[in-house]
C-alpha cells in the first residue's frame, strides 16, 4: 500500500502540473514573462491538499465530526474488533522489515519474520474459518490460502504483503458500516435527566431514573414531558408530533393523559406518574426498535460482494492448475485478482465521495446505503416536520364586533407577545410583518392556560384581552357567535386550527393558523419526479391536512393516520411489491419505518430516535441536498464500472499468460499491482473533481 501511496502521490503531482500548464495556453492581452517556479509549487501545493483530502477521506474524520455533531453521548469508542485490526496494521510495518532482513540479510531472521507473518494473518484466518463455517467462499478464504502457499514456497516479504492488506481491507470495510452508536436505540437523548416532583407542597429536583408510579412531577411551558401520566392540575397546550405525528398542538387538561418525549407549548401541568424511563409508550417503541431486524443489517459493501462473487471461479481454477501446472502457477492464477481488486477499490471509492459529500454538509453513515442510491425508485416522506417545519404562519383573520383585521391581530399579538411557543411566535411575526405597535404589559397580568389572560391598564380605563382555543373563552364565560361555527368547521377541512381573541368579555375574532410547507420543498419534489421516481406522503396526521399537502406538492400518493408501527407496516408493503425504498422521516414515530426501509435519511435538529435510526443525515436541517446525493450518487455509479473494469482486465491478462505465456508468480504480482494503480488512480476522481470545484468557487 505504501507503493501505491507514492504512486498516486507522483500522479497526483504531475495532473496538477499538466492542468496548470493547459491553462497558460490561454494568452492573457498584455503577455508576461512566465515564473517558472510558480507552477511547480502551486502543483506541490495541491498535491499536498489532495494527500490530505485522501488521508481524511480513509480516516473518515469529516464524518467522524459530523457523526459527534448530532450524537448526544459525543464521541463513539472504538470497537475490540477495530482495536485489533489497528494493532495488527501498526505491528505489520516491523514484520514486514523483520521479513525482508530475513529474506536477504540476516537468515536467522527468517523464523521470526514467518512467525511474525502469521501473527499479522491470524485474523484473516480467523475470518477465512467463519466464512467457512457459513459455507462461503469468501476473499478472506483466497487470502488465508495465499498466505499460507507463499509462505509455503519460501516468498516471506509476498506472505508479509498479503497479510497487511488483508488487514487493511477488513479494517476499511468496517469504515463503510455504520459504526456510529454501539449502544441501544436512545429515544429521549434530548430529554432531562432531572425533573421537578412536587410533594407536601414544595416542588423538589430529581433525577428522573429515580421517579415512581404516583409521583407528581411538575411540567412548565416550553419542557419536554418525562413520563407517561395523567393530568391532575393545570390546563396546557402540547405538541404530540414528535410521537404521533399530528402537525397541530393538543388541548389537555385535568384527566387527560399525557406521554413522554412530547413537549409543553403553554400552561403549566401537574402530571400523575403512570410510566416512567422504559415503561413509557415512548421507550416500547424504542424496545421495538432495537428488536426490528433493519435491512442493513443483512447488507454488504458491494465492492466485497463482487469480489467474492469472482472468488469461487477464481479458487476452482487455481484448484485445477495446481495439479496440472504445479503450486506456483496455482499461486499465480489466485494472484490474478480477477475481481478482487474490488475489495479495495470499491471501499476506496465509496469512502472518498463520503468525504466530498460530507463536506457539502450530508453525513452518510453507513456507506452501504450511498451504494444503494442507484437503486431507489421510491421515497416516502413523512409529513409533520419533514415536508413541513415545525413552526405556524398567520393564515386568515375573522373579525368581529366591528374590529379591523389589524386591529383582531393587534390584540392577540399584545397578549402573546412574550410567550416562546409556535402560536405566540406565528402571531407576534405577522403582527411584526403588519408594522403594528403594541402596548407594554404588566408581566403579573398574565393567566396561562388552554390561552392566555392579559390586562391593559393604558388610555381611559382598564381592559381585559383573552386569546385562546374555543374550550378556554367558553371556561371564560365568553360566549361565540354562531358564524364561528361555519369558520371552524372550514379550517378542520383544511386540517388548520383556530386561535381565539376575546376584549373584556366580547367576542372579538379568530385567527387561522397554518403549518408552513418546507420552502424548498416544492422545488425538490419537482426534481424528483423528473428522475421517475415514485413518492408517497405517510402521517399520522389526519386525512384532510396530508391530502391538502399532498395536491400541493404534486404527489399523487399518501397515507394519513397511520401508527408508528403501520409506517413500518406500509414501507415493507412497498419493499414485498418489489420496490427499493427510501424513507425520509425526523419523529420518534418516524424511526421504525427508517429502520425498515432500503436506504433511511433524517435531518439534523431531528428527534434522537430518527437521527440514530437513519443511514443519512442532512446536517442544514433541509430536503435541499436530496437530489444532490442522487447526482454523486450517478457519478459514483460511473466510477465503479471504470473500477470494476481495472479489477477484471489485467486479471483476465494474468490467467492468459499463465495457460499460454508461461506467467510465474513474479508477473502475477505485476499484473496485479497494475490493476491495483489505474483503479486507485480512478478512484482519486472524485477528490481531485472537488478541488477543482473549490478553487473555482473561492475564484468566483
Known sequence: MILEFLVLSGLAFGYNKKTQGTNELWPTAKPQQPDRGKPAADGLKKTKKLLKEVVEALSGSERNLQIQEISVDGEQPVSEFDQKINRHILLSSGITGTALLGATFVPALHIAGVGGVLYMAYPLYRKAYEDLKNKELTTYV???????????????????????????????????????????????????????????????????????????????????????????????????????????PVEKGVGDQVFAATAVLSGKLLIEVTKAGKDSLAAEIGNILNHTESYKDTLKARGQKIANDFNTPTLLLAALTWPTMGSEKALTVLFSGLGYNMRFLGTFSVLNYLHVISRQGVLIKDGRAFESMKNVDTIVFDKTGTLTLDQLEVGRLYPFGGLSEDALLAHAATAEHRQPHPVALAITAAAKERRLELPEIDEGAYSVGYGIKVRLNGGKREKFIRVGSARFLANEGIAMPDEVEAIRSQADACGYSLVH???????????????????????????????????????????????????????????????????????????????????????????????????????????????????????????????????????????????????????????????????????????????????????????????EEEEEEGQA
Open 142 to 248: 483466497t487470502d488465508a490460502v495465499i498466505v499460507s502457499g507463499v509462505l509455503a514456497t519460501n516468498h516471506l516479504v509476498v506472505a508479509a504483503m498479503m497479510a497487511l492488506l488483508g488487514n487493511v481491507a477488513m479494517k476499511m470495510l468496517t469504515r463503510l458500516e455504520d459504526n456510529s452508536r454501539k449502544q441501544l436505540i436512545n429515544v429521549f437523548g434530548k430529554q432531562p435527566g432531572r425533573v421537578w416532583v412536587a410533594r407536601d407542597g414544595v416542588e423538589v429536583e430529581t433525577p428522573l431514573e429515580s421517579l415512581q408510579k404516583g409521583d407528581i412531577v411538575v411540567v412548565n411551558a416550553g419542557e419536554v414531558i418525562a413520563v407517561d401520566g395523567v393530568i391532575k392540575e393545570g390546563m396546557a397546550s402540547i405538541d404530540q408530533h414528535i410521537l404521533t405525528g399530528e402537525a397541530q
Open 501 to 691: 381573541v376575546a376584549v373584556d368579555d366580547r367576542y372579538s375574532g379568530a385567527i387561522e393558523l397554518r403549518p408552513i410547507i418546507r420552502p424548498e420543498a416544492k422545488a425538490v419534489i419537482e426534481e424528483l419526479k423528473k428522475r421517475d421516481l415514485q413518492l408517497y406522503i405517510i402521517s399520522g396526521d389526519h386525512e384532510e391536512p396530508t391530502r391538502n399537502l399532498a395536491e400541493a406538492l404534486g404527489i399523487d400518493n399518501y397515507f394519513a393516520q397511520t401508527l408508528p408501527g403501520d409506517k413500518a407496516a406500509l414501507v415493507e408493503g412497498l419493499r414485498q411489491q418489489g420496490r427499493f425504498v427510501c424513507f425520509v422521516g425526523d419523529g420518534i414515530n418516524d424511526s421504525i419505518a427508517l429502520k425498515k426501509a432500503n436506504v433511511s435519511i433524517s435531518l439534523k435538529g431531528a428527534s434522537t430516535a430518527a437521527t440514530d435510526t437513519a443511514q443519512i443525515i442532512f446536517m442544514d436541517g433541509t430536503l435541499n441536498k436530496l437530489n444532490r446525493l442522487f447526482d454523486i450518487g450517478d457519478d459514483f455509479e460511473h466510477n465503479m464500472k471504470i473500477n470494476l473494469a481495472s479489477s477484471i482486465v489485467p486479471g483476465v491478462v494474468c490467467i492468459g499468460g499463465v495457460f499460454f505465456a508461461q506467467f510465474g508468480l513474479v508477473a502475477g504480482i505485476v499484473s496485479y499491482y497494475a490493476g491495483m494503480l489505474a483503479g486507485l488512480v480512478n478512484t482519486m476522481h472524485p477528490l481531485l473533481k472537488y478541488q
